[in-house]
């Protein structure tokens, strides 16, 4: 479908509108950059063509380019590590100015005939081909930031970024193109994006034997597939009730009976695939933004840790119990942060460490499926992404590809009401996934249909 929707592509690289400092021109990596994956993130805005009533010409296709190439020309000043390099080590950002890719795409189609496709896959034609999720280290494509500005038949655009993963979390990537948006709206102040402070060095000093970067095998036998489900406000106030009816958490909140509920499902899915057909145990790393507990939201970087959740039996499933077991790993960490405020990067380091070995312990004793979650609910990215041409009406993330299965991200509603989650699974699990009774309960396919 790709190849044949696209009509032309061109390329530029963009550069920084002024020169980086030479005190600035070395960006070490933390202990975190450097357990991380060297892959791109992307995620992507789709926005509608204005009114016909509308007199917006930043909206016509040549000015729209322009426009966000200035833009972004203009923030790499600020933004500059994105500009830079991975040294061939991959433990160093060399701050060089080299430049972010730009790709400016005319396709063939309209946005709806991606946005109201069932197959999350669709999605992908709006970034560059074969980029999501695919390597980002001195010997993959590297540069650290790739954009593409989309043209659909209908009028409609989309505008998607990759950002390597080695130099940003989510929240750095919301924070990115939240700064562009701005930016390009030619606000008359810096102030919202100034006083940044790049890397987490300080916090998780790095390794000074990390360990080489490796992909895992390409299973071409377990493809993945991606869907997106909504679960509305009336059904999350409908598990917070339940949890705090049968579980010791009296104020859960929306993001943990959302994880329960579709971590349950998921592995559900995978016993109704085994060959024997029973439960199996499960655990599961939940990212968690550092920011708000550190009091530091100006950071970009990878300022995140991993809670681990693990679940013997069918019962430790059930999602009372499972929203127990993910407040408690929360808890108990804030708690070890709170009381080693004065020297947080002792706390941080240990704990991510113990998390990696005791999931990996688990997997091999128990012979476990790990599921992964990632949350990018609360960044306000609907508000904040308007590039002068008005707010996006869906933004979200290409879906997974081979090797990694099992990964369930939530972002926030477009209308505000609750929350979308994307979920990856094995392909021959998804059709259990999708007729999981309780799931449908509480949640439904999310489709966006073009006003």
Not at 169 to 186: E, H, N, Q
Not at 297 to 318: H, K, R, W
């Amino acid at each position: 479908m790709v190849a044949s929707r696209i009509l032309s592509t061109s390329r530029k690289i963009i550069k920084p509108s002024s020169p980086t400092s030479h005190s600035l021109r070395r960006l070490n990596l933390s202990f975190f950059d450097q357990l991380v994956s060297p892959t791109y993130t992307p995620l992507v805005a789709f926005y509608s063509k204005p009114p016909p009533n509308t007199n917006n010409s930043l909206y016509e296709s040549s000015h729209t380019s322009q426009h966000l190439e200035n833009s972004l020309s203009k923030l790499l000043s600020t933004y500059y590590p994105l500009a830079g390099r991975l040294n061939k080590g991959d433990t160093f950002v060399d701050c060089n100015g080299s430049g972010a890719e730009f790709l400016n795409v005319r396709i063939n189609c309209s946005m709806s005939e991606i946005l109201n496709n069932p197959d999350k896959d669709a999605i992908d034609l709006a970034f560059p081909q074969n980029m999501p999720w695919a390597t980002s280290s001195f010997e993959g494509r590297g540069s650290l930031l790739v954009a593409q500005l989309n043209h659909f038949s209908c009028g409609g655009i989309a505008l998607s970024i990759c950002i390597s993963h080695k130099v940003a979390d989510g929240y750095s990537i919301v924070k990115f193109l939240t700064d562009w948006a701005y930016t390009a709206r030619g606000a008359i102040s810096t102030e919202p994006i100034s006083g940044l402070k790049f890397g987490t060095d300080d916090l998780f000093p790095p390794m000074n034997d990390p360990p080489a970067d490796t992909e895992p095998p390409w299973d071409e036998a377990q493809r993945l597939v991606t869907r997106m489900y909504h679960i509305p406000s009336s059904s999350l106030s409908k598990l917070k009730d339940t949890v705090a009816t049968n579980s010791p958490v009296q104020n859960p909140t929306r993001a943990e009976v959302a994880t329960a509920l579709l971590h349950k499902c998921g592995v559900t899915a995978e016993a109704m695939t085994s060959e024997s057909g029973s439960f199996r145990s499960s655990i599961l790393f939940n990212a968690m933004n550092l920011r708000p507990l550190l009091s530091q939201l100006n950071i970009i970087g990878n300022l995140s840790t991993i809670s681990a959740s693990f679940a013997a039996t069918e019962d430790a499933m059930q999602v009372p119990n499972y929203v127990a077991q993910l407040r408690k790993a929360k808890t108990e960490f804030q708690e070890s942060l709170k009381a080693n405020m004065n020297n947080p990067k002792k706390v941080l380091t240990t704990h991510t460490m113990e998390k990696i070995k005791f999931g990996a312990d688990v997997i091999e004793e128990h012979k476990s499926d790990l599921y992964l979650c990632s949350n990018f609910c609360n960044f306000g990215v609907y508000d904040a992404t308007d590039f002068g041409w008005g707010k996006p009406v869906r933004v979200t993330l290409a879906s997974r590809r081979n090797p990694v299965s099992n990964y369930i991200y939530l972002m926030d509603n477009p209308k505000g009401d609750g929350i979308d989650a994307l979920v990856t699974l094995r392909e021959n699990e998804m059709p259990f996934f999708e007729s999981n009774k309780e799931l449908l309960q509480f949640a439904s396919p999310s489709f966006l249909q073009q006003q």
